[in-house]
């Protein structure tokens, strides 16, 4: 199938994206790489009159350190992510979730404010930004807030995303010290969607002690979960950590599990507690010698 007709406007800087979108509000949609809207453009399921790219707009694309922070950018490219040694150094997670989306063409094209913008509650990068306590920049012709990736989203493709604004960058904080990340997602082929999946992330002092640790589920519900289970590890030996037992709490902290006629909700439950004890074996056996 073919989309709706739609008028498209290309701009080249951030400004004319802001005119662009006070201007047209509720009329207009971003478009970043395009991976998820065109298709859902394709099937009718969505309908647009404007099309905002902000493909070319390089002012989006960049990558920096800034106090303490690694500022992405949300023109980016997932590519540029998942190889940069840059990114693996600095936020771990971040390189290492991003070979989980789709396949390589997918990558190539899909950006990560894209991913964040759609809030596909089976996404990689909304859970990578909540588990590391990510912020978001949000700007408009009327000016810039931030809001934490934790109160950013609020629904199955939703978010605080004012009609006219427009995610500009992410802050991913640089977790020091020794830490381990882990990721871990089923789904029924390599590229589908992931039928649930878990991130980690564990610092530990110099004698082994959590420090800091959180995990997030996605695919699981309508927006990612931040698990409560993981916060209490603080003050725990990393090594005394049991994988499975961590993993039937932070399942019992799930409410309003999704269901379809292929997953039943008792499915996911059971694949979302392997899942994360997986990610959390996988933090915890990177922790081995790592210090950044």
Not at 100 to 123: K, L, W
Not at 154 to 162: M, Y
Request: aromatic share 6%; net charge negative; proline share 5%.
């Amino acid at each position: 199938m073919k989309p709706p007709p739609f008028d498209y406007h290309r701009p080249e800087t951030v400004d004319e994206v802001l005119a662009t979108l006070a201007e047209l509000a509720d009329h207009a949609k971003v478009l970043a790489g395009g991976q998820s809207l065109v298709p859902m453009l394709n099937l009718r399921l969505a309908r647009f009159d404007h099309l905002i790219d902000i493909g070319r707009v390089s002012e989006l694309a960049t990558i920096e350190r800034r106090n303490g922070d690694l500022v992405v950018g949300a023109g980016v490219r997932d590519r540029v992510l998942e190889l940069d040694p840059s990114i693996a150094e600095a936020v771990p997670l971040l390189a290492a979730s991003t070979p989980y989306i789709g396949h390589f063409q997918i990558r190539n094209r899909g950006t990560i404010g894209g991913s964040i913008a759609h809030a596909d509650p089976a996404a990689e990068y909304p859970a990578v930004a909540i588990a590391l306590g990510a912020g978001f920049e949000l700007a408009s012709a009327n000016g810039t807030r931030n809001v934490p990736a934790a109160a950013f989203f609020t629904g199955f493709w939703t978010t605080v995303l004012e009609p006219d604004e427009l995610l500009r960058a992410i802050s991913f904080p640089v977790w020091g010290g020794r830490c381990g990340f882990g990721v871990a997602e089923f789904a029924r082929r390599h590229g589908d969607f992931a039928i649930a999946g878990a991130v980690a992330a564990v610092q530990v002092d110099d004698t082994g002690s959590i420090t800091r640790s959180a995990v997030t589920a996605f695919g699981v519900g309508a927006t990612p979960v931040a698990i409560g289970a993981a916060d209490a590890l603080v003050g725990t030996g990393a090594a005394d950590v049991d994988a499975a037992e961590l993993a039937e709490q932070a399942v019992a902290e799930l409410d309003d599990v999704s269901e379809d006629p292929q997953v039943p909700a008792a499915y996911r439950r059971r694949v979302a507690a392997a899942v994360i004890a997986d990610a959390w074996r996988r933090a915890n056996g990177d922790l081995e010698g790592a210090v950044r």
